[in-house]
């Protein structure tokens, strides 16, 4: 019985240093070898895209949906792309050793209501976009650019990221948290509510209303000649751009 239990611990030792070994780079984080080569990707249709890897996504709206991604054949082996719902996931199955130039993907698409960068990927909508609704998220280093026309935007950036953004909308929600920057001087908004904590920066173009809470040290430019509201805590401030 004592020998029984021994083995037992014994086995839950090692189950958990190699269960410790897996993560910590068991597998060793793949390098591009070799020159870029094209492959299409089909995962059926979607409206988002949430990007986990770093790389730089070009989005195109057409009628038809297509994936094409260009990179180096041992790192096409290990990118994964699928759908969630209706969102388009782009991810790896291992640790990649990267710059952002070295996987470049390209999408088509109908329709955007989702744009989502997980880490230091960038994605950049080539087109103008006409829609409802959009939501364009930053967690980590990454960049988004897109323009359209839209009744409401919803962008945040959570790191030190940044979302760039150019047209016109409704209502336009921003917030950041951290050191990262919204820069919508460039999308007139008929409202506009921002939310910062921390160091970060948000510049907005605001015609009727502007609402800004600001939580440290972050600061908001505005172009415009909207109502203000302020709600201040720590060193923040709030600029009119004339």
């Given at each position: 019985?004592?020998?029984?239990?021994?083995?037992?611990?014994?086995?839950?030792?090692?189950?958990?240093?190699?269960?410790?070994?897996?993560?910590?780079?068991?597998?060793?984080?793949?390098?591009?070898?070799?020159?870029?080569?094209?492959?299409?990707?089909?995962?059926?249709?979607?409206?988002?895209?949430?990007?986990?890897?770093?790389?730089?996504?070009?989005?195109?709206?057409?009628?038809?949906?297509?994936?094409?991604?260009?990179?180096?054949?041992?790192?096409?082996?290990?990118?994964?792309?699928?759908?969630?719902?209706?969102?388009?996931?782009?991810?790896?199955?291992?640790?990649?050793?990267?710059?952002?130039?070295?996987?470049?993907?390209?999408?088509?698409?109908?329709?955007?209501?989702?744009?989502?960068?997980?880490?230091?990927?960038?994605?950049?909508?080539?087109?103008?976009?006409?829609?409802?609704?959009?939501?364009?998220?930053?967690?980590?280093?990454?960049?988004?650019?897109?323009?359209?026309?839209?009744?409401?935007?919803?962008?945040?950036?959570?790191?030190?990221?940044?979302?760039?953004?150019?047209?016109?909308?409704?209502?336009?929600?921003?917030?950041?948290?951290?050191?990262?920057?919204?820069?919508?001087?460039?999308?007139?908004?008929?409202?506009?509510?921002?939310?910062?904590?921390?160091?970060?920066?948000?510049?907005?173009?605001?015609?009727?209303k502007l609402d800004a809470r600001i939580s440290g040290s972050g600061k908001v430019y505005y172009r415009g000649n909207p109502s203000v509201n302020l709600n201040i805590s720590g060193?923040?401030?709030?600029?009119?751009?004339?």
């Open positions: 019985m004592k020998r029984r239990i021994l083995f037992s611990v014994f086995f839950l030792i090692t189950s958990l240093s190699l269960s410790s070994c897996w993560k910590m780079d068991y597998f060793p984080c793949v390098s591009p070898r070799g020159e870029g080569v094209e492959e299409s990707r089909y995962t059926g249709t979607f409206d988002g895209i949430n990007l986990r890897i770093q790389a730089n996504v070009f989005v195109n709206i057409g009628q038809d949906y297509s994936i094409t991604i260009l990179a180096a054949e041992n790192i096409l082996e290990v990118i994964e792309t699928k759908s969630s719902g209706k969102t388009l996931i782009i991810d790896s199955s291992r640790c990649l050793r990267t710059r952002n130039n070295d996987v470049r993907i390209f999408i088509t698409m109908p329709e955007i209501s989702l744009l989502r960068v997980a880490g230091s990927g960038n994605i950049v909508v080539d087109n103008f976009i006409y829609g409802e609704s959009i939501a364009a998220e930053v967690s980590g280093s990454g960049k988004i650019y897109f323009s359209g026309e839209f009744d409401h935007i919803n962008s945040s950036v959570s790191g030190s990221g940044v979302v760039d953004m150019a047209g016109s909308s409704r209502v336009q929600n921003s917030q950041i948290s951290g050191s990262g920057r919204i820069d919508a001087l460039q999308m007139e908004s008929q409202i506009v509510d921002v939310r910062i904590s921390g160091s970060g920066e948000a510049c907005v173009f605001a015609v009727e060193s923040g401030n709030v600029y009119h751009l004339q």
